[in-house]
């Protein structure tokens, strides 16, 4: 069975400062996709990344920066200087690389950020 | 570019009425999912179709059913609305040739608010 586990419930942070979003997932699958979603308070699901299983390479996008270690099954997720705007709940979801298969969430982390 | 289209983006229904979602999935992708997400809780997958076939299940009530048409848009039909049914419901399409080895992508429609009273 596949398992998304993210510990912070809830975070809060003044502006400017960084914050790492953990994710811990657990799965027998060989290859899979890893991923971040943000849901502001409007609802919508925001795609931020994918990650493929055998590309460990971490990935920096803008202020957003992720870092995928296969060995302790762990996707963190790092927003530097952090803005009002990144203000969101974050979920971090798994899926298996075969197949037609669902997203499994996290049960997400709301990050507040406070002026 | 094209996206995920859900409709309505709201919808208030009384106990015991029944309710119909709609879903048009990006041109060309061949599968869709279903997902609810009910307040504070993650998304929780309903039910999926690829190429217009059932696909997988999830934690779907017997009072739901779904159906993808020949045009690969999908319809989520709720009856016997209760209160927990209040929620968000997601539809997502994707693009999964040669059964997902080669992988076109995951993206989500805005979501239909479903409230009932």
């Known amino acids: 069975a596949q398992k998304v586990t993210q510990a912070q419930t809830e975070i809060s942070v003044v502006e400017k400062e960084d914050v790492t979003l953990d994710c811990v997932y657990e799965?027998?699958?060989?290859?899979?996709?890893l991923f971040w979603y943000k849901q502001p308070p409007s609802g919508e699901l925001v795609f931020l990344i994918r990650?493929?299983?055998?590309?460990?390479q971490n990935e920096i996008s803008g202020r957003y920066s992720w870092n995928f270690q296969k060995s302790t099954s762990s996707f963190n997720f790092t927003i530097t200087a952090s803005q009002v705007v990144d203000s969101a709940v974050y979920f971090c979801?798994?899926?298996?690389?075969?197949?037609?298969?669902?997203?499994?969430f996290g049960k997400g982390t709301r990050l507040s950020v406070i002026a | 570019a094209a996206g995920v289209i859900q409709s309505p983006r709201h919808l208030i229904k009384e106990k015991r009425e029944t309710a119909t979602l709609k879903c048009y999935p990006i041109p060309r992708h061949d599968t869709v999912y279903w997902y609810q997400q009910g307040p504070g809780q993650d998304p929780q997958f309903l039910i999926s179709?690829?190429?217009?076939?059932?696909?997988d299940k999830g934690s779907i009530p017997d009072r739901f059913s779904a159906q993808q048409f020949s045009d690969y848009h999908s319809e989520l039909n709720m009856s016997s609305l209760e209160l927990g049914d209040s929620a968000l419901y997601f539809c997502a399409s994707s693009y999964e040739a040669d059964r997902g080895r080669a992988y076109y992508g995951y993206t989500f429609g805005s979501g239909t608010r479903l409230t009932v009273v």
């Open positions: 799965t027998r699958d060989t290859t899979y996709y």
């Open positions: 979801a798994l899926r298996s690389f075969s197949g037609n298969t669902p997203l499994v």
């Open positions: 990650r493929n299983s055998f590309d460990e």
């Open positions: 179709f690829y190429e217009k076939m059932q696909s």
